[in-house]
């Protein structure tokens, strides 16, 4: 399983982005795939799930306002994971990265947890400036 991130960039204040996560080699018909973040001397956090399977599909955020407000997790395509981000604050600022779990492990539960993800990504670097 590969996964791979794309759409981080520069931008000002308040601008938006879109980042993609496109996974390969996944088989399975239900997943479960977060994005994450880690800001320059912090921790890595969560800031989104998404589940699809037999019980539906399901999203989740990280227990913030200003991630539930500004930030859409969504699904283009069979294989691609989204995050769409609108009015970015530079403590946006951060390497996103995008993970799943094995697909034997997959849960409708989705945990915002980087324990229950088994595959990374390597990161799209998003600067708010």
């Known amino acids: 399983v590969q996964l791979v991130e794309s759409g981080g960039g520069s931008v000002q204040p308040g601008g938006s982005l879109r980042l993609s996560c496109e996974i390969s080699?996944?088989?399975?018909?239900?997943?479960?795939v977060g994005w994450f973040r880690q800001a320059p001397g912090k921790e890595r956090e969560a800031v989104a799930s998404?589940?699809?399977?037999?019980?539906?599909?399901?999203?989740?955020y990280a227990d913030s306002e200003s991630v539930k407000d500004r930030f859409t997790i969504s699904r283009d395509s069979a294989n691609t994971i989204s995050l769409q981000m609108i009015d970015l604050k530079p403590e946006d600022t951060a390497m996103y990265y995008c993970?799943?779990?094995?697909?034997?492990?997959?849960?409708?539960?989705?945990?915002?947890?980087?324990?229950?993800?088994?595959?990374w990504g390597q990161g799209t670097q998003v600067t708010v400036s």
């Open positions: 993970a799943a779990q094995a697909p034997w492990l997959v849960s409708p539960l989705c945990r915002l947890a980087e324990i229950e993800f088994n595959y």
């Open positions: 080699g996944y088989t399975d018909s239900s997943s479960c």
């Open positions: 998404y589940y699809n399977g037999h019980q539906g599909t399901f999203t989740y």
